[in-house]
């Protein structure tokens, strides 16, 4: 009969332990007014000029940058000569500015479009820095298209660098 009854106390302590007593609900907080995030605005997109009508010309003052192999970065050389284009095109606001991109043989056609366009858009934002307008500038890339020196060879080769450019181009706004 003890064991009966111990058996029956264990069954419901055991009881008690997992199923416990039903707890309270808890109240469910009430929703407090959030103060709305405030987005920035987006950043001006400022339109480039169109390339189309009447073709940018190269002129003797605006010289070419060259780029390392698979790079978009500016050297301190292209960085001094990137400066001193500038200068020239301040002096001359009458011009609209195009910046064209190029790269070597070596890569798709898509990965060269691709980096051209991120060597011409780097020439575009130092301009910018410098001080010029961003909607005198226009950017295109060649990619591989337009080769100074075609089948140069493998891109350590001297008779690549010359490809792997940006080329800034004027033309008197209309």
């Not at 189309?52 to 070419?64: A, D, V, W, Y």
């Amino acid at each position: 009969m003890n064991n009966k009854k111990l058996l029956l106390s264990i069954v419901t302590l055991s009881l008690i332990v997992f199923f416990g007593c039903p707890k309270k609900p808890q109240p469910i907080p009430e929703a407090q007014p959030q103060q709305e995030e405030v987005a920035p605005p987006p950043p001006q997109e400022v339109e480039e000029p169109s390339i189309r009508g009447e073709e940018f010309q190269s002129i003797p003052e605006l010289k070419n940058v060259y780029f390392e192999f698979d790079k978009f970065d500016l050297t301190g050389e292209a960085k001094n000569i990137l400066q001193k284009n500038a200068e020239y095109l301040l002096a001359h606001p009458e011009y609209e500015i195009l910046v064209e991109g190029h790269t070597c043989e070596c890569g798709t056609n898509e990965y060269n479009l691709g980096l051209g366009q991120k060597r011409a858009n780097t020439v575009k934002d130092y301009y910018i820095s410098l001080g010029i307008q961003a909607d005198r500038i226009a950017t295109i890339s060649y990619g591989e298209e337009k080769p100074v020196n075609k089948n140069a060879g493998p891109p350590d080769s001297p008779l690549c660098k010359p490809n792997r450019r940006a080329e800034t181009k004027v033309r008197v706004k209309k």
